[in-house]
């Protein structure tokens, strides 16, 4: 934001500018609708989400967050459970000996530069589609597409169909929380969600890492030269509190088996008393 906007907004009350971002937002976001639903690459997106409603309704899942927890967590027992994988998780896929049933990134810095990793992979993949522009290089057929989601950054929601708009809630946790509520997953468990960051700074700040990463569970993970961006913690638990409430209204829930994580949105359970 230039000054000159931050001076004009600040002169007047909040009241006055939230009418006004509100509609700006929802009118891009209906700007987004037609690519976002009518495009090929959506609606065989679309096509895939609709197979996957409540396709595990019943079942139980694990989100398995990036946190520097992830080390003290024995992720072996999770071989044989359904099991959402985030951004970089599949650096950890040779120590574990296998990978995550799912994979989602909808960061533009990540998948900007993690693509080829990402296509190389052969897990069901749920990217932004925000992001196509970074796979469309690799010059993909029907057959062998990712999903990509429609997840904004405005409009705040929980999506419980992912073939519509998902808000992205500033953490990719939420877009799994989504995904996982859409399958039908009738108990989601989080691991390695320390909802904590060694470094701090204005959310959302594109920075550059200058060396080993210190914020994830593996040094490489945004290592020296990476870009991406600081978090914005507050939003998250916004979102989290929505994700909370939509799972409870249906009879399901969310748990919470980071070991020393910060999260306190969701009950906390002992991971080893799950199996």
């Not at 749920?126 to 057959?143: H, V």
């Not at 429609?150 to 999506?159: E, I, L, V």
Request: aromatic share 14%; charged share 20%; net charge positive.
């Amino acid at each position: 934001m230039t000054n000159l906007r931050k001076t004009i907004k600040n002169f007047f009350p909040s009241a006055f500018w939230q009418p006004i971002s509100e509609t700006r937002y929802a009118l891009s976001r209906a700007a987004q609708w037609p690519m976002a639903t009518l495009h090929p690459w959506r609606r065989e997106s679309i096509r895939q989400l609709a197979a996957l409603k409540n396709a595990y309704k019943g079942e139980r899942c694990f989100i398995i967050g990036n946190g520097p927890s992830l080390k003290q967590t024995d992720v072996s027992k999770l071989k044989n459970e359904y099991t959402f994988g985030m951004n970089r998780i599949y650096l950890a896929f040779p120590e574990w000996g296998f990978q995550t049933s799912f994979l989602v990134s909808v960061n533009d810095l990540v998948n900007e530069q993690c693509a080829e990793d990402f296509l190389n992979l052969d897990m069901p993949r749920f990217f932004s589609w925000r992001s196509r522009r970074f796979f469309q290089t690799f010059n993909l057929k029907l057959a062998n597409l990712p999903t990509f989601l429609h997840t904004t950054y405005t409009g705040p929601k929980f999506a419980t169909d992912a073939c519509s708009r998902l808000w992205e809630g500033a953490t990719v946790t939420y877009a799994c929380l989504q995904l996982a509520y859409h399958m039908g997953f009738d108990e989601v468990i989080l691991i390695g969600v320390d909802h904590s960051f060694t470094s701090k700074g204005q959310p959302n700040t594109t920075v550059v890492s200058g060396g080993d990463d210190p914020n994830h569970f593996d040094p490489r993970y945004f290592g020296k030269g990476f870009r991406w961006q600081l978090p914005d913690l507050d939003t998250s638990e916004q979102a989290y509190i929505r994700a909370r409430q939509a799972f409870e209204t249906a009879g399901r829930r969310v748990l919470d088996a980071t070991i020393g994580g910060k999260l306190t949105v969701y009950p906390k359970i002992n991971y080893d008393d799950l199996f």
